[in-house]
Nanobody
Framework: QVRFVESGGGLVQPGASLRLSCVAS????????MGWYRQAPGQQRDWVAR??????????QYADSVKGRFTISRDNARATLFLLMNNLKPEDTAVYYC????????WGQGTQVTVSS
């Protein structure tokens, strides 16, 4: 069972940037696709971004709502997943989580991102 610890959230104004991190414990991180998800108050958890896990190509995909503003990346040596979020909008306010889309583990505590003026 892999555990995830997310960090990097905060309260920012619209247009600001944040960089989220997710440290994964356990093995197989390098070879597994990873994703970021978010859950706004009263809403279901939605997928935000995905990065492949073959250790070579790092193929990425994004939800339409964040395309062009968010960048997902990974550091396999540190078993860490990142999400750089630029030009944040109030509708990005949510708790952000990471997980493996193909081999999901229990959800971590997430990190709160609040975008408000």
């Amino acid at each position: 069972q892999v555990r995830f610890v997310e960090s990097g959230g905060g309260l920012v104004q619209p247009g600001a940037s944040l960089r989220l991190s997710c440290v994964a414990s356990g093995s197989h991180f390098r070879m597994r696709a990873m994703g970021w998800y978010r859950q706004a108050p009263g809403q279901q958890r939605d997928w935000v971004a995905r990065i492949s896990g073959d250790g070579r190509t790092n193929y990425v995909q994004y939800a339409d709502s964040v395309k062009g503003r968010f960048t997902i990346s990974r550091d396999n040596a540190r078993a860490t997943l990142f999400l750089l979020m630029n030009n944040l909008k109030p509708e990005d306010t949510a708790v952000y989580y990471c997980n493996s889309p193909d081999y999901p583990s229990d959800w971590g505590q997430g990190t709160q991102v609040t975008v408000s003026s």
